[in-house]
């Protein structure tokens, strides 16, 4: 999305920010899988894995998860129904995907998995950016 952005010239204009359900991996990067993928589409993939704060539900507009199960989680950690409201899941944004379809995890997976979870997230943040562009009238 920040790539889209900011080949769109609307970065200043849209914040953005990625975090988790989990504390796995925070204050880790990106996984070098998929900086590679995105490196190979000239996309810089990077930033800190940090969790979801209840402040989030309050700071953006959207809170956009990537599969049932964090948006499961997510509709737990919200804080009232004002942020329980704001939360989507991230296919969803995709006209051309099954709706409430999770991104699959590339994580444990070989082969072109982060390629592919590339190319639906590029997809889907597409169609983010037109309902973004609708609704805010940008």
């Known amino acids: 999305m920040r790539h889209l952005l900011e080949t769109e010239q609307l970065a200043a204009h849209i914040e953005i920010d990625s975090a988790g359900t989990g504390a796995w991996h925070v204050g880790e990067p990106p996984d070098r899988r998929a900086r590679a993928a995105g490196k190979r589409r000239g996309i810089d993939v990077r930033g800190r894995a940090r969790r979801v704060v209840t402040k989030d539900f309050e700071y953006f507009d959207y809170v956009i998860a990537m599969d049932r199960s964090n948006h499961s989680d997510l509709r737990r950690m919200a804080p009232n129904p004002v942020g329980k409201g704001k939360i989507e899941l991230f296919r969803n944004f995709d006209p051309t995907s099954p709706r409430d379809a999770d991104v699959p995890d ?11 979870v590339l190319d639906i997230c590029e997809a889907a943040c597409r169609g983010l950016l037109q309902h973004i562009r609708e609704i805010h009238r940008l």
């Open 106 to 116: 590339p994580y444990y997976g070989a082969g072109d998995g982060f390629e592919r």
